[in-house]
């Protein structure tokens, strides 16, 4: 029997505000972008603070939205399947962000992290430019854009996991922290 | 009258471009999963308009939100409009931004430093 308490329990101590887990579309994204602005807004959050979490969801939200696909081509079984939640504490919010990868893929995205987590907050400006500038457009998005984005929005490295699951895909976690410095 | 105008969504922006006038205005919010498709009949309308310039082009921009799949193609866009500078219409682009949006001026900045096109930095009160 699933222990609902145990991860209502989790939650709480959390301070989540929204969780999600199953298969990110297009309407549901909407929906949460949706539920979380009402959501700041009835908290009285300030202006600047809602912009920056705003921005941030897209991205992170988004980024689920486009990789959900190349899981999918591995024709693995819980593959559709991603994990989102967003908490507020001590006036930060932090989004939660888990979905798999094939373990192909790992290498690149640990680079890519590593890279915009070694840069500092003129470095990140000028990178951002130059990916914007000389970066090949993928249908899929950005083309690598949004991971640089959220760390020159939000000023906090980039806090990742891979989980090994088995020898094709790996659990991938992010962790984002927003704060208006 | 040579128009191009579509309806702003949660997601998209509104979009009036007046090629009988030499007046685009962007605005709203521009966050679509697939960025490419949105701004293609704009990027479209932009070629057809390179071909036939005012001797001034005004461009708005007033964005409330962008994602990043978006900022490429903002800067296709304004490659364009680069270009159509180039050939002699004289373009402004007047970027908005509110006023505690630090972010949206930087946004703005960026472009500035990459496009060779004048920019104005427009504050907008809350």
Redesign the interface.
């Known amino acids: 029997m699933v222990d609902v308490f145990d991860i209502y329990d989790k939650m709480e101590r959390n301070n989540i505000l929204l969780s999600f887990k199953g298969e990110i579309t297009?309407d549901l994204?909407?929906s949460i972008?949706?539920i979380m602005e009402n959501k700041m807004e009835n908290m009285q959050e300030e202006?600047?603070m809602k912009?920056?979490v705003?921005?941030v969801l897209?991205?992170c939200l988004?980024n689920l939205?486009?990789h959900l696909d190349e899981v999918t081509e591995a024709e693995m079984e819980k593959n559709r399947s991603a994990i989102f939640m967003i908490g507020k504490l001590n006036s930060k919010y932090t989004i939660f962000t888990g979905n798999y990868i094939l373990n192909g893929n790992i290498q690149g995205l640990k680079n890519r992290l590593d890279e915009v987590n070694s840069l500092t907050k003129e470095e990140l400006?000028e990178y951002?430019?130059k990916v914007?500038?000389n970066?090949e457009?993928s249908?899929k998005?950005?083309?690598g854009?949004?991971m640089?984005?959220i760390a020159r929005?939000t000023g906090e490295k980039l806090e990742y996991n891979f989980l090994e699951i088995d020898n094709k895909i790996s659990f991938f976690t992010l962790n984002i922290k927003v704060s208006t410095f | 009258m040579d128009k191009y105008a579509i309806e702003g969504t949660?997601?998209t922006p509104s979009i009036s471009f007046d090629l009988s006038g030499g007046v685009l205005e962007i605005k709203g919010r521009s966050?679509p999963?697939?960025s490419?498709e949105f701004y293609k009949p704009l990027v479209d309308s932009l070629d057809k308009y390179s071909s036939a310039t005012k001797p001034a082009t005004t461009v708005n921009v007033q964005l409330e939100?962008f994602?990043?799949?978006s900022?490429?193609?903002i800067?296709?866009v304004f490659k364009k409009l680069e270009s159509i500078h180039k050939g002699g219409s004289a373009v402004t682009i007047n970027w908005h931004y509110?006023e505690?949006?630090e972010?949206?001026l930087?946004a703005g900045e960026?472009y500035q430093?990459?496009i060779n096109v004048p920019f104005k930095m427009v504050m907008v009160a809350?």
């Open positions: 297009s994204l909407t972008l949706q202006p600047k912009k920056k705003y921005n897209v991205e988004q939205y486009h400006k951002y430019k914007l500038n970066g457009m249908l998005g950005g083309g854009l949004g640089i984005d929005k | 949660p997601k966050i999963e697939n490419i939100y994602n990043t799949s900022s490429k193609c800067l296709d509110e505690d949006d972010d949206m930087e960026d430093a990459i809350e």
